[in-house]
C-alpha cells in the first residue's frame, strides 16, 4: 500500500457544483495533512491544513478528516473554472519526519461552464 | 521577494551533460527539501537538510545525484551523467525546524529540467 493514495481519477464536473476529493493514507504520514493545488508547469500551492478530526472550512474549500478510517477528503463548493487543476493530497509525520510531505499522484479537476 | 527561490527555471541539456540547480530558501527556516515531480505524478521527496547537515536521502537518489547546503542557508542539487529520465520538475520547500502539525512548507517555483 502506498503511504499516500488518491484513487479518483479525472473529475469532471459543471460549474456551480460540489467537487469531491478523496484521499487515503497510512500510519506512517498520520500526523497532519495538507491539499495542494498545483496548475500546469507550476509549483504546488497550498489550499488547506488538516490534523484534527472533522471538518475544516475555508471559504469554498470544507477538508475533511477521519482518523480512524485513515481518510482525508476536499470539498470544493460553488465550483469555478478557475479550480481546474490537479490537487494534490499529502500528508505529514511528526518527530524526525517533520516537514517531509508524502505525496499522492493527484487528481485532474476539470470544472466545465 | 522573500519566498523560496530556485534557479534556473528552465533547464535543456543533452543526455550525459551536469547540470546543477539552486535553492535559496526562505531565510528563516531551518530545514530545506528536494522534491522531484514526473508528469502525472504527485512530488516524490528526494532529501533533507536540516541546516547544513543531510539528514536523510530517498533512495530514488542514485550515486549521479548530490545535493549539499554548505552553509546552512542556499542548497545546490546536482545530477552527473543526466539521463532521460531525470526529465521531471525538480521542487525545493523551506519549513521552520519547529512549528505546529499545520505549519506550512512553502514552495519554489521549480526547475524544470529536459534532457535531450
Known amino acids: 500500500q502506498k503511504e499516500v493514495e488518491q484513487n479518483s481519477g479525472p473529475l469532471s464536473v459543471p460549474e456551480g457544483a460540489i467537487a469531491s476529493l478523496n484521499c487515503t493514507y497510512s500510519?506512517?504520514?498520520?500526523?497532519?495533512f495538507f491539499w495542494y493545488r498545483q496548475y500546469s508547469g507550476k509549483s504546488p500551492e497550498l489550499i488547506m491544513s488538516?490534523?484534527?478530526?472533522g471538518d475544516k472550512e475555508d471559504g469554498r474549500f470544507t477538508a475533511q478528516l477521519n482518523k480512524a478510517s485513515q481518510y482525508v477528503s476536499l470539498l470544493i463548493r460553488d465550483s469555478q473554472p478557475s479550480d481546474s487543476a490537479t490537487y494534490l493530497c499529502?500528508?505529514?509525520?511528526?518527530?524526525?519526519?517533520?516537514?517531509?510531505?508524502?505525496f499522492g499522484q493527484g487528481t485532474i479537476l476539470t470544472v466545465h461552464p | 521577494d522573500t519566498g523560496v527561490s530556485q534557479d534556473p527555471r528552465h533547464k535543456i541539456t543533452k543526455r550525459g551533460q551536469n547540470v546543477t540547480f539552486r535553492c535559496d530558501p526562505i531565510?528563516?527556516?531551518?530545514?530545506l527539501y528536494w522534491y522531484r515531480q514526473t508528469l502525472g505524478q504527485g512530488p516524490e521527496f528526494l532529501t533533507y537538510?536540516?541546516?547544513?547537515?543531510?539528514?536523510?536521502k530517498s533512495r530514488l537518489l542514485s550515486d549521479r545525484f548530490s545535493a549539499e547546503r554548505p552553509k546552512g542557508s542556499f542548497s545546490t542539487l546536482e545530477i552527473q551523467r543526466t539521463e532521460q529520465g531525470d526529465s521531471a520538475m525538480y521542487l525545493c520547500?523551506?519549513?521552520?525546524?519547529?512549528?505546529?502539525?499545520?505549519?506550512?512548507?512553502?514552495f519554489g517555483q521549480g526547475t524544470r529540467l529536459t534532457v535531450v
Open positions: 499529502a500528508g505529514r509525520g511528526g518527530g524526525t519526519s517533520y516537514g517531509k510531505l508524502t
Open positions: 500510519d506512517r504520514v498520520s500526523q497532519s
Open positions: 488538516i490534523y484534527s478530526n
Open positions: 531565510s528563516e527556516h531551518n530545514r
Open positions: 537538510f536540516q541546516n547544513e547537515a543531510q539528514l536523510e
Open positions: 520547500a523551506s519549513i521552520p525546524t519547529r512549528g505546529l502539525p499545520n505549519t506550512e512548507a512553502f
